[in-house]
């Protein structure tokens, strides 16, 4: 008797192999497009801790600048008598800034004191694929990312 697999017993191993990749590979996908989303989030929420710390550093108060329907960011200091863009950055995985909530702010921009606090408290929506998650800036200054 000789011993190995039949060409019939690799095929259904295979297939049984094909339909378990097929069940699995929607949840596979959407476990990637949130992780994606998850990264954008912590760089909106990384960018919004590090102004705040080079405010608090340099005593001066800072600003970052945010496109709505864009992943774009900027940072802006009062002592930059030229206005111009400290830094430019975009959010990863083209993901987007989809809502902006601060009182009393304007031009979706959200301003540091020289003390590395902000001046109001914020939330902002970020979005990629159809799906959103909110970073919330408290006036403690803590980011909060749920």
């Not at 960011?73 to 863009?85: E, F, G, I, K, Q």
């Not at 001046?119 to 990312?145: A, D, F, M, Q, Y």
Request: glycine fraction near 8%; charged fraction near 10%.
């Amino acid at each position: 008797m000789r011993k190995g697999f039949t060409l019939i017993e690799m095929l259904v191993v295979l297939g049984i192999l094909a339909i378990i990749f097929a069940l699995g590979f929607p949840g596979l996908r959407n476990y990637i497009q949130a992780s994606y989303l998850r990264s954008a989030v912590t760089a909106l929420a990384q960018s919004l801790k590090q102004v705040g710390s080079i405010a608090l550093t340099r005593s001066e108060p800072y600003h970052l600048n945010m496109t709505v329907n864009s992943g774009a960011l900027s940072w802006t200091s009062d002592a930059d008598t030229t206005n111009t863009n400290l830094v430019r950055t975009t959010l990863p995985y083209n993901a987007q800034i989809a809502g902006f909530d601060c009182s009393n702010s304007s031009n979706y921009t959200l301003s540091f004191t020289g003390r590395g606090m902000p001046t109001t408290g914020c939330s902002i929506s970020v979005s990629l694929n159809g799906k959103t998650r909110l970073v919330t800036v408290l006036l403690t200054g803590k980011v909060v990312t749920p």
